[in-house]
């Protein structure tokens, strides 16, 4: 199957879920509440919709739907969902309801408290759904842990951790006292925010004192080469059919020995030669005939069970690639793993859940910078996580992750948004006074807007890194 298409269908399933969870505890809450609550749409259904219990066809098999006082459906506008709960301002712009009377199962007509529950209810389900996906995964599939110290090898680190009193071949242990439970892209995150961190040098414990006020996580997810990195041999996994190593004779298992007369021994080596050619085709004055000569260069490798090594000319192709995939050193070294029970998979999913919730939090704040700005993304960005086959447990890793974005966002203060709706019953309860009907009406406007502009900004990332 086309893995677009596998793709699409994981990222359809993953927000179908998450959508009807999330509309599901607003829609919880008010029924327990006893509010009204006249529609239930997954998506958006402007002018008209897929699928309504309202329509002939459906009333007809089933006739008890027909005069249900809620509309269940499905919009055509795969942007999100919404419940339309009775007597309150939301994306729908109904004011006429509002002119009338308040009843007695309106959202208007509740006490504040239950007006917030109302609110919160859908991040509150996606904070469970997250939790209980975490949990589960812990239960059935259990979790690989690569302790810091397996990686014999050390890690390479570039010159802005060098100046920083790393070194080549040291092994992070600790960040500020507390130990690294195991390798993963965590780990970046918790080296920014830490004030210290305890290495393995030769055999021996160094601390490295880090800046007063950390580190820039996005500078140092982009930087290049990586801040640290494991290090790997210059090996080759394998080779691309007609690419530019299979045609210079490289095969699976050859080491890379040098590059236009630099020894390399290591991936993060040949990184830093290749980033020099990168940084020449970065200059304005560079021109094809420039672009042709830095792409060229001259490789010496011995294939495996070869006597003498091979000395060749290559051309890169033009995404500046050699054709070939790296041995991964990582999978050398062994992993542990941890099998949960029934009762030891929930705070082992709780708390990974947690880690996880709060390192989103925390990056969350680099959104507002012009460098995070071009990182936000929209469906076209998330369809490209999921994997190219189908795997389930990276399915449900992606959803519950997803889960836990989508309560973030929905908790921001955006009219609009429910955090929106959250922050004016704040204000009311504080106060004890309610914003006017007009005053409503124009933070809906305004937070549409808000959320029309970060839905351009997103589409437009991605048109700029997909399709230009």
């Known amino acids: 199957m086309n893995t677009i298409i596998i793709k699409t269908l994981q990222l359809i399933l993953c927000l179908s879920l998450l959508i009807v969870l999330h509309e599901g505890g607003h829609f919880g809450f008010a029924k327990l509440f006893k509010v009204k609550v006249e529609k239930f749409f997954m998506f958006f259904d402007y002018k008209f919709h897929l699928f309504s219990t309202r329509d002939n066809w459906f009333t007809r098999l089933f006739p008890r739907f027909k005069n249900n006082e809620t509309e269940y459906g499905i919009g055509w506008i795969p942007l999100g969902g919404y419940v339309k709960i009775a007597g309150m301002i939301d994306e729908s712009l109904d004011t006429e309801q509002m002119k009338q009377p308040a009843k007695p ?41 690569l302790p810091m ?89 394998s080779v691309v059919s007609d690419g530019p190593a299979a045609k210079a004779g490289m095969m699976k298992g050859a080491r890379i020995l040098s590059v236009d007369g630099t020894a390399i021994q290591y991936w993060s080596d040949y990184d830093s030669l290749y980033l020099r050619k990168q940084d020449v085709l970065a200059a304005k004055s560079c021109t094809h005939a420039d672009s042709l000569k830095q792409r060229k260069m001259t490789l010496v490798f011995q294939n495996p069970n070869a006597e003498k090594a091979d000395t060749a000319t290559i051309q890169l192709d033009e995404n500046y690639l050699m054709g070939l995939i790296r041995y991964n050193e990582l999978s050398n070294y062994e992993v542990n793993h941890i099998d949960y029970n029934l009762l030891t998979c929930i ?45 389930w447990l990276r399915f449900w890793m992606l959803t519950a992750f997803l889960s ?39 933070l809906e406007y305004i937070g549409m807007a808000i959320i029309i502009g970060l839905m351009i900004l997103a589409f437009g990332n991605d048109i700029r890194r997909f399709i230009l």
């Open 347 to 391: 705070p082992a999913g709780l708390e990974y859940g947690w880690e996880t919730l709060v390192n989103y939090i925390d990056s969350f704040r680099y959104v507002a910078t012009p460098q995070g700005a071009k990182e936000v993304g929209s469906f076209i960005a998330i369809g490209s996580l999921f994997p190219d086959t189908w795997d």
């Open 149 to 237: 110290q397996n990686i014999t090898k050390g890690f390479a680190f570039n010159q802005e951790a060098e100046a920083l009193g790393f070194r080549d071949g040291d092994i992070p242990i600790r960040f500020d006292g507390k130990e690294i439970e195991g390798w993963s892209a965590a780990i970046r995150q918790d080296l920014c925010k830490a004030e210290t961190v305890t290495v393995l040098r030769q055999g021996k414990e160094v601390t490295i004192r880090m800046p007063e006020d950390g580190l820039n996580l996005l500078d140092v997810v982009y930087m290049q080469p990586p801040f640290l990195v494991p290090i790997s041999a210059s090996l080759v996994d």
């Open 105 to 145: 199962d309106e959202f208007r007509s509740q006490k504040v408290w239950k007006r917030f529950l109302i609110m919160v209810g859908g991040v509150l389900m996606n904070l469970i759904t997250a939790f209980v996906i975490y949990c589960g995964i812990m239960f059935f599939q259990g979790e690989d842990r």
């Open 404 to 442: 836990i974005v989508l309560a973030v966002m929905n908790i921001l203060p955006i009219p609009g948004l429910d955090g929106g709706h959250v922050a004016i019953l704040l204000y009311e309860a504080i106060t004890g006074r309610e914003p006017s009907e007009k005053v409503m009406l124009w």
